[in-house]
């Protein structure tokens, strides 16, 4: 009898607790989904990927949470004035066999575009909290090639983990990695007789260098869509690796030289003008020459010769 007691404590208890863990219920839903939605902001994005199972079917691909988590963060690197809200606050719940299918429509706004796109997740219940197995938009949606959906980022290196740069970018004596999410051409013709091309981008023709370790901030660069990245070691002894950037046009290529810990240009861009300088290597252009001193090679226009200059450049 005592045993029987004890046992029926123990399942009630085990019950209220399981009440007390475990959200049920459209309203509970409603509150979830609300909570993802308002933190897809610039601001509270990294919280995102707790809201996701370990697998997730995203955008009718199989995502990891990471790689989700990853996905995020590249939306708001190209676009830092992304919005999204649920038009009206309205949404509808369906319990599908264990789980919860919430409807509703997304109003996005993103660089000067706004938009509305029928959209769902499949919400389901795993440790006493809800997660996200399935995100996605309607296949009847209109102007799904907008580059704030993933496949537009499907390429990209943080995904597909090709095109890292490893060094120690923030001077902790841990290997890092940076990798860069360039645009996406739309279009590119040759405008002048200098066969300079003008290319139009998705977006605006920028490119972006975003480093693993999250606390290091991304660092955009302006008018970039073709670029390589070199890891030139500490330059200014502060114990962590400057990261090179290549900006890579038809005629010429740029060369910035970055602080990896705080994005800012430690010297002007070293310009070469490759239509003249042509095959030109990291080492024929910049050489650390001594404590904090760097000596840059680059091209420069003298009595309508395109010649070589060299100059030591101390850093500080």
Same mark, same amino acid.
């Given at each position: 009898?005592?045993?029987?007691?004890?046992?029926?404590?123990?399942?009630?208890?085990?019950?209220?607790?399981?009440? *007390?863990?475990?959200?049920?219920?459209?309203? *509970?839903?409603?509150?979830?989904?609300?909570?993802?939605?308002?933190? $897809?902001?610039?601001?509270?994005?990294?919280?995102?990927?707790?809201?996701?199972? &370990?697998?997730?079917?995203?955008? %009718?691909?199989?995502?990891?949470?990471?790689?989700?988590?990853?996905?995020?963060?590249?939306?708001?690197?190209?676009?830092?004035?992304?919005?999204?809200?649920?038009?009206?606050?309205?949404? %509808?719940?369906?319990?599908?066999?264990?789980?919860?299918?919430?409807?509703?429509?997304? $109003?996005?706004?993103?660089?000067?575009?706004? @938009?509305?796109?029928?959209?769902?997740?499949?919400?389901?219940?795993?440790?006493?909290?809800?997660?996200?197995?399935?995100?996605?938009?309607?296949?009847?949606? %209109?102007?799904?090639?907008?580059?704030?959906?993933?496949?537009?980022?499907?390429?990209? @290196?943080?995904?597909?983990?090709?095109?890292?740069?490893?060094?120690?970018?923030?001077? &902790?004596?841990?290997?890092?990695?940076?990798?860069?999410?360039?645009?996406?051409?739309?279009?590119?013709?040759?405008?002048?007789?200098?066969?300079?091309?003008? #290319?139009?981008?998705?977006?605006?023709?920028?490119? #972006?260098?975003?480093?693993?370790?999250?606390?290091?901030?991304?660092?955009?660069?302006?008018?970039?869509?073709?670029?390589?990245?070199?890891?030139?070691?500490?330059?200014?002894?502060?114990?962590?690796? *400057?990261?090179?950037?290549?900006?890579?046009?038809?005629?010429?290529?740029?060369?910035?030289?970055?602080?990896?810990?705080?994005?800012?240009?430690?010297? %002007?861009?070293?310009?070469?003008?490759?239509?003249?300088?042509?095959?030109?290597?990291?080492?024929?252009?910049?050489?650390?020459?001594?404590?904090?001193?760097?000596?840059?090679?680059?091209? @420069?226009?003298?009595?309508? @010769?395109?010649?070589?200059?060299?100059?030591?450049?101390?850093?500080?």
């Amino acid at each position: 009898m005592k045993c029987f007691s004890l046992f029926s404590c123990l399942f009630i208890l085990l019950l209220l607790g399981c009440n *007390e863990v475990n959200p049920s219920g459209e309203k *509970e839903v409603r509150k979830f989904v609300k909570q993802w939605n308002d933190a $897809h902001t610039q601001i509270k994005s990294p919280y995102l990927e707790r809201y996701y199972m &370990d697998i997730v079917t995203y955008y %009718e691909k199989e995502f990891t949470r990471g790689q989700v988590q990853q996905d995020k963060n590249l939306l708001f690197q190209q676009f830092p004035d992304y919005t999204q809200r649920i038009m009206n606050d309205q949404s %509808e719940v369906t319990k599908v066999e264990g789980s919860y299918l919430v409807t509703f429509t997304k $109003h996005v706004n993103y660089n000067g575009v706004e @938009a509305d796109y029928p959209s769902y997740l499949s919400v389901t219940i795993k440790n006493g909290e809800f997660k996200i197995m399935r995100e996605g938009v309607s296949k009847n949606a %209109e102007n799904l090639d907008a580059p704030i959906f993933p496949s537009a980022r499907k390429s990209n @290196a943080i995904i597909s983990n090709n095109r890292q740069l490893y060094g120690d970018f923030n001077g &902790d004596g841990l290997s890092d990695y940076a990798t860069v999410i360039s645009p996406e051409i739309r279009s590119a013709s040759n405008a002048d007789v200098q066969n300079t091309d003008t #290319v139009q981008c998705v977006g605006g023709c920028n490119s #972006v260098i975003i480093f693993s370790n999250k606390a290091l901030k991304a660092i955009t660069i302006k008018g970039a869509y073709q670029s390589q990245l070199e890891n030139l070691k500490d330059l200014n002894s502060d114990g962590a690796d *400057e990261i090179g950037f290549w900006d890579i046009k038809p005629t010429t290529k740029s060369l910035y030289v970055f602080n990896a810990t705080d994005g800012t240009l430690l010297i %002007e861009p070293i310009v070469i003008n490759t239509t003249v300088h042509k095959n030109l290597k990291l080492i024929d252009v910049f050489k650390k020459t001594g404590t904090n001193k760097i000596t840059v090679t680059s091209s @420069a226009e003298i009595n309508g @010769a395109w010649v070589l200059k060299s100059k030591v450049i101390a850093l500080k």
